[in-house]
């Protein structure tokens, strides 16, 4: 019986008998260096699994210097395809002294009858190999389906139902007697709720009679959601509509109640009661002691597994309501309906986790009289300092007076940012397309971005001049196909992540999508016809994989002395370059062969801008 590591994927879709069956059943073989393993066109006899050495893939039909499409090294696995589709589509060929595991082709088809997941595995797109190495990561805490996969129904409440004409003293005997937080009031054709703090404000400070009925207090704007959906996205729409509480409907029929206290018990781990740490600060102390404690949310969210898009979704939910309560501190609330702030960049997408530089602005409405403007946004500059977001080295904002204007003037610069299309402009266009309001009156920030569209989505020469930033950056790959292995890493933000926010950036713009998250945009583009579903799915899988692996170095970085001294704010700033490099040879056999698979549809997507926007020409 042949000693064999099987503790990777797809080994680890077997169970024990399985992986006995192989160390039974495979041999071990030589093969020399610049042998043919396996041939184009060759029935596959085996599966290979690489003990030591190194294999090129070469594609014949391509011209010499561009045919090696691929590179497998120790732990590495190929020829699976050839037996599954009878025939090899490429040649194999040692490009140093091999030890291969061979697994005959009769045990492969047998473990592939017998074990769907296994044979799935080799027929998988990177959406689905991606999913799997998420889900094998999971391990401790909370696992990956009981977090994840908690619905709705496990957590909410039975609803306490009354009349709108019930009276306080009777809404009030009721809650008491449920031990209930809340009720829901019922009116002809639509419901409301009643908390107890809505009450006790009721009695005491507004005067109002205990024979008074509830629906004068009621709430009509409620948050809704289903039972089926899940609990962790619960969490995400109650951080970002700033509520305590939401009602559960199920084709228009009341079926309960969901408090943010139950889904926080649920979640047991510590970590997540960042969220009702924020939202119960009533100082800038008590924010920025609850903003100190993110890096802690990610690491928890990062080891129990979750999908980095609800992770971002909920961190971008929590950077979102820290910043809008710190504009409620330190702005006088005559001022909130009059302008709105905007964040900006990866913020504005809602794709930072760990908090970098600001990057944020100001609208105004027209006509706005505001007194000692200046000074009350470099007060709130300095503010979001202290609560943990250093300083654009850029000066993109608020504190900036280029960035704080009225709507006439927004409208101004976009026209003569889109006239001029110079490297400066078409960055400024770029930052303003992925604002998102987080305080004040988001109608402004909607009137800006419609002139955006207006200018530039029908503007084909801005587009072209436009697309090509997306370029700029080479991909990490060789000549060959495989990826390049430089000792201090691949720059997995210049050479993944930007050319495909930026890409889909550009498409957004031309289709006119008002989404600013790549991944909403990417589903927009798909359901819109512009891009394939399974290569939108394939980028965003691509995606999630760069962000996840450089969230991985950050949070590395962040672990050295420098980085606990500095906080996860200044991790990009004192760093450098550093916590965007991923070594490629401590990565394992999966995470390479993912990686390797996102860079090549990387570069598949480049070229595809290429020949939208006639970039091969520019």
């Not at 005959?104 to 027929?123: T, V, W």
């Not at 995400?236 to 009341?254: D, G, I, S």
């Not at 007076?401 to 976009?414: F, L, M, N, R």
Request: aromatic share 6%; proline share 3%.
């Amino acid at each position: 019986m042949v000693d064999v590591d099987l503790s990777q994927l797809p080994f680890t879709l077997l169970d024990d008998e399985g992986r006995e069956h192989i160390r039974r059943g495979i041999d071990l073989a030589y093969f020399d260096r610049d042998e043919i393993i396996l041939e184009t066109g060759q029935a596959g006899e085996f599966v290979f699994l690489i003990h030591k050495g190194e294999v090129a893939e070469i594609d014949p039909t391509l011209p010499s210097s561009t045919a090696r499409i691929g590179h497998y090294t120790a732990g590495d696995l190929f020829g699976a395809i050839s037996i599954l589709n009878g025939k090899s589509r490429y040649r194999f060929k040692a490009e140093q002294e091999c030890l291969c595991y061979l697994l005959p082709k009769a045990l492969f088809q047998q473990l592939c009858r017998h074990y769907p997941d296994f044979s799935n595995f080799f027929r998988q797109s990177l959406t689905h190999k991606a999913r799997l190495l998420t889900e094998k990561r999971a391990e401790g805490g909370v696992t990956m389906a009981g977090f994840m996969l908690a619905k709705v129904s496990e957590c909410m409440r039975e609803p306490l139902l009354m009349a709108a004409t019930t009276d306080i003293a009777s809404a009030v005997k009721q809650l008491n007697a449920s031990h209930a937080d809340s009720l829901l009031v019922e009116t002809q054709d639509t419901l409301g709720m009643v908390t107890k703090t809505d009450l006790l404000n009721a009695l005491v400070l507004q005067g109002s009679a205990v024979t008074s009925p509830v629906d004068e207090i009621a709430h009509f704007n409620l948050v809704t959601v289903a039972p089926d959906q899940y609990l962790f996205e619960v969490l995400v729409l109650m951080t970002r509509h700033k509520v305590a509480r939401v009602v559960v409907m199920e084709q228009n029929a009341l079926k309960g109640v969901v408090e943010l206290t139950d889904v926080l018990s649920y979640f047991s781990s510590r970590s997540y009661v960042v969220s009702l740490q924020v939202e119960q600060a009533t100082s800038l102390e008590a924010l920025a002691a609850a903003s100190q404690r993110t890096p802690e949310l990610v690491k928890a969210l990062m080891a129990q597994g979750v999908k980095l898009r609800f992770a971002m979704d909920l961190l971008a939910a929590l950077n979102g309501r820290i910043i809008s309560k710190a504009w409620e501190f330190t702005i006088n609330e005559r001022y909130h309906g009059q302008s709105c702030m905007m964040v900006m960049g990866s913020e504005g997408r809602g794709e930072q986790i760990l908090k970098t530089d600001q990057d944020n602005g100001l609208i105004l409405a027209d006509e706005t009289q505001w007194p000692d403007l200046t000074s009350h946004m470099q007060t709130l500059t300095d503010t979001l300092i202290q609560l943990g977001y250093p300083p654009c080295p850029g000066n993109i904002m608020v504190s900036n007076p280029e960035w704080v204007a009225t709507v006439s003037q927004w409208k101004g610069h976009i026209a003569k940012w889109a006239r001029e299309r110079d490297g400066d402009s078409l960055m400024k266009l770029a930052i303003m397309l992925d604002a998102h309001a987080v305080a004040g009156n988001p109608s402004l920030l909607e009137s800006v971005r419609e002139e955006l569209f207006e200018r530039c989505s029908g503007d084909e020469l801005l587009l072209s001049y436009f697309a090509r930033t997306a370029l700029r950056f080479s991909t990490p790959l060789t000549l060959f196909g495989s990826l390049k292995k430089p000792q201090h890493g691949i720059d997995i933000k210049k050479g993944g992540i930007f050319p495909i926010v930026h890409g889909v950036r550009t498409m957004a713009l031309e289709r006119r999508i008002k989404a600013t998250s790549t991944l909403d945009r990417l589903d927009a583009l798909a359901a819109d016809g512009r891009l394939d579903r399974r290569f939108a799915d394939d980028l965003g899988e691509a995606l999630a994989l760069f962000s996840e692996l450089r969230l991985k170095q950050q949070l590395s970085v962040l672990e050295t002395p420098a980085g606990h001294q500095a906080g996860a704010s200044d991790v990009n700033a004192q760093n450098g370059s550093r916590a965007n490099r991923v070594v490629v040879q401590n990565l394992s056999s999966l995470e390479r062969d993912l990686l390797r698979e996102a860079m090549h549809i990387v570069k598949d997507f480049k070229q595809r801008l290429s020949h939208r926007y006639h970039l091969e020409y520019s």
